[in-house]
């Protein structure tokens, strides 16, 4: 998947309004993107707060970014981690870069919410079952007010 062209990727595709995503961009200028995950395929829920943070440019991963591209991308994950806390039961905030699959850069930004056990503490914390989900409308209240904190 590193030698996807940008014309295929699906990150750049959404970029470019190909792909549409509950809830719709919660923050865009024109270095990064950033908007809620989207529901897998088969399931009609998603963890809810769980955002992805994009650069617009095709890069792999943060060792490929301008240093204006990378304060930025900074600046974004920032503001929506303030967003999410502001949410209620959220008590911490995560950042992944995994990249293993897709060659765009997408930072995950995943909130942990209370009560959140042990075992689902980091990468898998949106596995623990009694985590908040939902579908499309629940995906676009949580996008609009994340979208009304940054402002
Ligand atoms: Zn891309």
Redesign the pocket.
């Known amino acids: 998947m590193s030698e996807q062209k940008?014309t295929e990727?699906f990150?750049?595709r959404k970029h470019r309004g190909e792909v549409l995503i509950p809830g719709g961009t919660i923050y865009e200028d024109d270095l990064v993107y950033g908007g809620h995950a989207q529901i897998c395929e088969g399931e009609s829920t998603a963890y809810l707060g769980y955002l992805m943070v994009e650069t617009k440019r095709?890069v792999a991963g943060l060792a490929d970014l301008t240093d204006i591209e990378a304060q930025t991308l900074g600046l974004v994950v920032a503001r929506l981690s303030r967003a999410l806390k502001a949410e209620k039961d959220v008590e911490h905030v995560y950042a992944f870069v995994l990249g293993d699959d897709v060659a765009?850069l997408h930072v995950h930004v995943v909130p942990r919410y209370r009560g959140a056990p042990h075992k689902y503490r980091g990468v898998r914390v949106d596995e623990w079952p009694d985590a908040p989900r939902g579908g499309p409308k629940e995906i676009e209240a949580i996008c609009a007010r994340l979208r009304r904190y940054l402002q």
Do not use: I, T
């Open positions: 940008s990727c990150v750049c095709h765009h």
